[in-house]
């Protein structure tokens, strides 16, 4: 039997496929005019910035005639805008880690425990996802208001969380279902029951999903507005996005 000959690194590198000139010059124009279209409106607005309310509406693209520092400067400064962000924070936090639990334990026991009326009962959290959370304002107002949680973060996070855990089940339940079983009959057979299964092996296999549900968790809850607008009264609870309205419609009318 005949060994085969060692491929050297040079060999390995040549034997792939080279792109032509014209094919790396064509990616290479596409991918700057990709990201132009994704960073000139990012400039645009960091440059709106530093313009006067008057040449922000006569001159939106160019640069600033006088560049206002003080724009950014009031902002930043004002314990207001830093409240607003504290408040976002504490609401996305609370949001993603209430999701992030009930959705990762409800998902393992829809993927790996039968029970009677366990497909009956993923399907209604599942329709969920059929329904915004606009088309039930007004009786979750209600609720809420009935619960004494109207004017408080929770009457915002609750909320959120409720209306995240459908789509938040249904990716924790696909990932799950296809973590190897060979590792539910060792742990079985080790003396691991389903909840022992669940955190020490679960979970730190599940990184991934962890980190995109606590992504999606927390990009909704962060722009949220709806819901901080109906359920908040005092201006010290109001998050950044309900704040930035607040602070618009008190700032100077444009021209001025």
């Known amino acids: 039997m005949t060994e085969a000959a060692p491929i050297d690194a040079a060999t390995a590198a040549s034997s792939g496929r080279r792109l032509s000139a014209g094919t790396q010059t064509y990616l290479y124009v596409s991918m700057l005019i990709i990201a132009g279209i994704v960073v000139i409106p990012l400039l645009t607005t960091a440059t709106g910035g530093f313009k006067t ?25 004002s314990q207001r805008y830093w409240m607003q962000m504290g408040n976002s924070l504490l609401i996305a936090g609370l949001t993603v880690f209430l999701t992030l639990l009930f959705a990762s334990m409800a998902a393992f026991t829809f993927a790996h425990v039968k029970f009677f009326g366990s497909d009956f009962l993923l ?3 599942l329709i969920g996802l059929m329904f915004p959370a606009a088309t039930a304002i007004l009786p979750l107002f209600i609720r809420i208001r009935d619960l004494g949680l109207l004017d408080t973060y929770w009457g915002v996070v609750l909320p959120q969380v409720a209306f995240g855990l459908g789509m938040s089940i249904l990716l924790f339940r696909n990932y799950f279902k296809n973590l190897p079983p060979e590792l539910f009959d060792a742990a079985f057979v ?28 927390f990009v909704g809850s962060w722009n949220s507005y709806i819901l901080p607008l109906i359920m908040l009264n005092s201006e010290s609870k109001y998050p950044w996005p309900l704040g930035i309205m607040v602070y618009r419609g008190n700032s100077a009318p444009i021209g001025s």
Not at 53 to 77: D, H, K, M, V
Not at 192 to 216: D, E, K, M, N
């Open 190 to 217: 080790d003396g691991a029951g389903y909840l022992r299964f669940f955190w020490h092996i679960s979970l730190p296999l599940s990184r991934p999903i962890i980190a995109t549900v606590g992504i999606i968790s």
């Open 53 to 77: 309310l008057g040449e922000l509406r006569g001159n939106p693209f160019g640069l600033p005639a006088e560049w206002q520092w003080s724009n950014y400067g009031n902002i930043l400064t």
């Open 123 to 125: 399907n209604y959290f």
